[in-house]
């Protein structure tokens, strides 16, 4: 039977950001009207700026305004424990033009950016056998 390891190794922000550059998912969360707010998203990252893009009308759209977020991407394989997880936080604003993400159809024509303020994120040890 395995049992957990409590170990966690903290990042430095320039392997944050390598992490990142290889994901193409995250989570943006933010405080809305109907309270704490978590939407998934597909991002692309350039000159230490996330962006993503979203629909008019859309939840995400209100973002355009200046608003404080998190933001957060994971990898960790459930059987083994072992996994990383970064956490970024800042402002967003709407991106002037197109902003291209991978993984996303012409139908969502509002970017958004967030200029990340803060940047952190640690690694998971596993399970002990």
Request: charged residues 20%.
């Amino acid at each position: 039977m395995s049992e957990p390891v409590d170990y966690f190794s903290r990042l430095s922000a320039e392997e944050c950001w390598s992490l990142l550059s290889g994901a193409e998912v995250g989570r943006v969360a933010w405080h809305s009207e109907e309270g704490v707010t978590v939407i998934p998203v597909n991002f692309s990252i350039a000159d230490s700026v996330i962006t993503f893009r979203t629909r008019e009308g859309a939840k995400l759209a209100q973002l355009t305004q200046p608003t404080e977020v998190a933001f957060e991407v994971d990898e960790i394989d459930l059987e083994t424990a072992i996994g990383w997880s970064v956490l970024a936080r800042g402002t967003t604003a709407a991106v002037a033009g197109t902003p291209s993400v991978s993984g996303l159809a012409g139908d969502r024509p509002v970017g958004i950016a967030l200029t990340v303020r803060t940047i952190s994120g640690r690694v998971l040890s596993g399970y002990r056998k």
